[in-house]
RNA sequence: GGGCAGUUACCAGAGUGGCCAAAUGGGGCUGACUGUAACUCAGCUGUCUUUCGACUUCGGUGGUUCGAAUCCAUCACUGCCCA
């Protein structure tokens, strides 16, 4: 039976330090599950790997994408199946780390087949909003799909706007494409949480951020400001310099402390919705062994 | 020593006799999440209670009043100005 371990945790828990480990222990490169990572140019905002950790192990899904390209949980699903394969061709063990949610269920779980929304439907949607407001795409969305209309948040724009998307673009209900059903895989998930007390996290977080302004923070948000609005660079540790940058922050120590916050923010939600997931098996992040024999007394 | 201003929940900050457990913002906590998800969105945040509601609060103390965060006296502390 062949195994895909599941590293995950909050941001700044210390996912990155134990995968070497486990990479190493495992000899299987690192996949790593993190939306924004995925895009090249931003390693310092994202806390990629560095270069000398990764000629140590290899990094998959780190830096292939150039920001402001489309890129998506779902693709992301496949790419990584495929990937997997071939490493399981040689390997028992394959090695996920990252705190992407969705990334990660998609992985894990699978996501259903909702079609992509061309440039052309996303344009008119919103051209509706511009002139209806969230009002006129709630009751297309009524409309269009009633079923989904019952569940959906009403007040989430981004969600709304996307499911009256979908039915425009493919003529059926948006939820007509929802399963809700896990897909099978044929290896095994061993899911490790990391998590550490709630006030060591967030210190750690606090430390980061002023590592990363050290390491060069600023000037790497600054050299893509032309791409400000892609989502790759709707990203903590960026958009605060952006707003900066656009004045809404008078000085620098207070974007610091936007970064920080929002971090924490992050960390929370991430929490939050792994806290759901019944399959994961919590550890402090400096219990390797218990890890490690976690892991091996899956095998059986 | 004199003058003025102030002291409200974790923080900032409204409230100047009843509609006040007290606006608003931040922080914090809890939660939702199926394709741009580090996104986007929601709830809670004095105590007890599932709710209704009850109880204790607005620097301390003592008053005025049917009723006080709000008015008066006094004490303490803080800030600014004059010495």
Known sequence: MKHLIVVLG??????????????????????????????KGIEIGTAAATESERTLTEHLFVGIKELGEYYSAGQFEQDVLEKLSN??????????VGGSM????????????????DGETRKNVADIFQKQGLEGIRNLLQLLD????????LKNKQRLM????????????????LSASKKARNFRIIKIGLNR??????????????????????????????LKDTNALNTVGYKEIYQYMDGVYSDIETVKKMIKQNSRHYAKRQLTWFRRDSEIVWFHPDNINGIISYIESCEK
């Open 87 to 96: 490493i399981f061709e040689h390997n028992d063990y394959a090695l996920m």
């Open 162 to 177: 996307h499911a009256v998307e979908v039915c425009l673009m493919t003529g059926k209900p948006y939820s007509s494409f």
């Open 197 to 226: 007390e709630r006030e060591e996290l967030y210190e750690r977080i606090n430390t980061r951020v002023e590592e990363m302004f050290a390491l060069g923070l600023f000037e790497e948000a600054k050299q893509f400001y032309h």
């Open 102 to 117: 969705m990334y990660i269920d998609a992985v894990c779980n699978g996501m259903d087949n909702i079609p992509y929304v």
């Open 146 to 153: 009633s079923e989904h209309y019952k569940r959906i948040d």
């Open 10 to 39: 909050p941001t700044g828990v210390g996912k990155t330090a134990l995968s070497l480990t486990l990479a190493k222990k495992f000899s299987t490169p690192v996949i790593s599950a993190d939306s924004r990572q995925i895009y």
